[in-house]
């Protein structure tokens, strides 16, 4: 009986081990990323305040053991830059609090969890440092603010709507003056360290100069420090005691990559070290940030783990048992592939599937900037430049397939339980989110690749886009499994898919940067922000070909892990982009 017993359990037990290995790597990911948040007994927590016409306001607080009522300490309002949210701070946030500052590292207006429209009321910056200096714990006269990129304009805002309200400033690859902020002058902003790096991809649209590298010699830079002659990096400018102190800090990193780089966060740390009174002094190299990130960023793996474990086990649940005869002959015989060699034809396929989406990436974008401005129908314009850069992907792949011989021939399995299994792994799998988000309030990222748990409202912008978001990717997912060839070992199914997605965009991104630090100039210079978004695409693209051979494999379909991946992308993006209509 024993026996018996055994025997009906071990399926499941097989079954069940991905998922439970993919939830265990989440939970630890998300206990060792607050773990590190809360190191020296600071306290972090999720909260909401109310902004002007009464937004509601997101952030995460972090209060050392030192600060309190009765024994005020120091505190910064650090803000994140555009179409990003309070958690891409974290670097600069656990290094501030860990010297002994209450940080407010606050989420945009239109951004995470904040509410309003992307760059309303000063982008929230005069809120937010308002109640950062009403807290208990905080001294009012010593605040500093720290912004990257547009949370540069941010803070900027802040110090032009309250210019008595802060000791010190620390931008980082951001700007003072047009097109966001007011006119820098050697008396405004107050104490400013300027970190902005040499391979900065918005060096002409901050500063006025073609390459970031040369940004000493900028006229508008030579404004704000009042020097008539190149500024030279390093170099204190004016007076501390005055207010007028300036300094440039010119990292060997990108725009991006100034989240990751322990030089800018520790620049970052020992400016406001002299320049508020109260903090406690540590080395700039005495970092801990990186092993949070590190741990969201392991976590980001087992959600994937997660979702390909949860799909599995439903495939056993009577309800989606046919899921898994699509392409059978019968029960327990292997997933037919697609094609018997790699001939030409093939070869035509990978590589229009590789460079296609890739070619049209920038023209998606810029015509969706230029052409569609956000609305009702069309709050977020990122998210729009993704589903029509989807869409307009997939329209070129059945173009290609009308007049090709050798279009994909793959099974269809039924669109009711394609759908049904896709939604339930989805928001199983996000279940899992609204637990770690509760218990420690973190997400799962490693630097701009973030999975969110959305708002309600973020939930409800999602059911704009995820149709065609979703039937841009069936196409997409078709292709993928038409690729699928005779004799391919599990490895090599895997990896030719990866492939067809990402190769493409790694190889156009391998080109751009490739340039860029060989001569400091950004050939695609003309759309610097869909650069950056860009290096999102090959870590995604990689998880997408995974989810896309893992389901056909079950299935012989691409109907579930299109729907599966139309699910994961639209949150992906809605959650994670600026809202500009609300």
Known sequence: MSSTANTKQTPWLSLMRLP??????????????????TSGDIAAQDIRFTGADGTQMSALLYVPNNASAESPAPGILAVHGYINSREMQDGFSIEFARRGYVVLAMDQTGHGYSGGAAFANGFGGPDGLAYLRSLPMVDPTQIGLEGHSMGGWTVLAAAATMPDSYTSMVLVGSSTGAPFAQEGSPTWPR??????????????????????????????????????????????????????????????????????????????????????????????????????????????????????????????????????????????????????????????????????????????????????????????TVTTQVAFWALLSAGFSLLMWRFSKSAPQ?????????????????ALAYGVLFIIDSVWNVDLRFWVVAVKLPSAAQLGVALIYVVPITL???????????????????????????????????????????????????????????????????????????????????????????????????????????????
């Open 20 to 37: 439970l290995v993919g939830l265990l790597v989440i939970l630890l990911g998300a206990w060792l990323a607050h773990s590190v948040r």
């Open 191 to 380: 104490n400013l360290s300027l970190i902005f790096s040499k391979y900065d991809e918005f060096g002409p649209f901050m500063w006025g100069m073609e390459r970031s590298i040369d940004l000493p010699t900028s006229d508008k830079l030579k404004a704000v420090f009042g020097s008539e002659e190149a500024i030279e990096p390093a170099r204190l400018y004016g007076s501390l005691e005055q207010g007028t102190a300036r300094v440039l800090h010119q990292p060997n990193t990108t725009h991006p990559g100034e989240h990751l780089s322990t030089e800018v966060i520790g620049l970052a740390s020992d400016w406001f070290g002299k320049t508020l009174k109260g903090g406690t002094a540590l080395n700039a190299d005495d970092q801990i940030w990186y092993w949070k990130e590190l741990a969201t960023g392991v976590g980001l793996i087992g959600f994937v783990m997660l979702v390909l474990g949860l799909f599995n086990a439903l495939l056993n649940v009577p309800l989606f048992a046919a899921l898994k005869t699509a392409s059978r002959s019968e029960p327990g015989s292997e997933t037919k592939p697609a094609r018997e060699s790699r001939d030409s034809s093939y070869w035509r396929a990978f590589m229009a599937s590789a460079f296609v989406p890739a070619v049209l990436f920038f023209p998606a974008f810029v015509a969706i900037t230029l052409l569609v401005a956000p609305s009702n129908w069309l709050p977020k």
């Open 410 to 426: 793959v099974v269809a399995s039924s669109w009711g339980l394609s759908i049904a299994s896709a939604v339930i792994t989805v």
């Open 472 to 582: 841009a990717f069936t196409v997409t997912m078709r292709g993928l499994c038409g690729l699928t060839v005779k004799g391919d070992t599990p490895a090599q199914q895997y990896g030719y898919a990866i492939g067809a997605l990402s190769v493409g965009f790694l190889s156009m991104l391998v080109l751009v940067y490739g340039i860029f630090f060989a001569t400091g100039t950004l050939v695609t210079g003309f759309d610097p922000l869909s650069t950056v978004i860009g290096m999102q695409f090959v870590p995604l693209l990689i998880a997408i070909a995974i989810i896309g051979i893992y389901g056909w494999r079950r299935t012989g379909s691409h109907r579930p892990s299109a729907v599966i991946v139309g699910l994961l992308v639209t949150l992906y993006v809605v959650a994670g982009t600026a809202t500009q209509v609300v």
